[in-house]
């Protein structure tokens, strides 16, 4: 059974910084690209973040490009995003999610999400 829990949500003050952490069991970890998505209220969720295996090639979208940064530890079968310089638009759910497919620029999810972890920014 797959799984994806992620964790370090909360409340933040504008301008403040967050580290997520999404751990993944019943998959080969090591061979998926992993992204990260965000539902803000109201609203669809978006694309984020997203790292390639073996390579851990990065791609952002516009908006948190130079703020957040994704990463990984294969050992520890977890991918994280670091978010810092946050303002209220970064509010929302964050989920992790297991790449169907990752190339330049582009990331299609595939079928497994965790259940989201809440990150709310105050002004």
């Known amino acids: 059974q797959v799984q994806l829990v992620e964790s370090g949500g909360g409340l933040v003050q504008a301008g403040g910084s967050l580290r997520l952490s999404c751990v993944v069991s019943?998959?080969?970890?090591?061979?998926?690209?992993m992204g990260w998505f965000r539902q803000p209220p109201g609203k669809e969720r978006e694309f984020v973040a997203a790292?390639?295996?073996?390579?851990?090639?990065?791609y952002y979208a516009d908006s948190v490009k130079g703020r957040f940064a994704i990463s990984r530890d294969d050992a520890k079968s977890t991918v994280y995003l670091e978010m810092s310089s946050l303002n209220f638009e970064d509010t929302a759910v964050y989920y992790c999610?297991?790449?169907?497919?990752?190339?330049?620029?582009?990331?299609?999810?595939?079928?497994?999400w965790g259940q989201g972890t809440q990150v709310t920014v105050s002004s």
């Open positions: 790292i390639a295996w073996f390579t851990n090639i990065t």
């Open positions: 019943g998959l080969a970890f090591s061979t998926y690209a």
């Open positions: 999610n297991t790449a169907a497919q990752f190339g330049t620029n582009y990331y299609t999810p595939g079928n497994y």
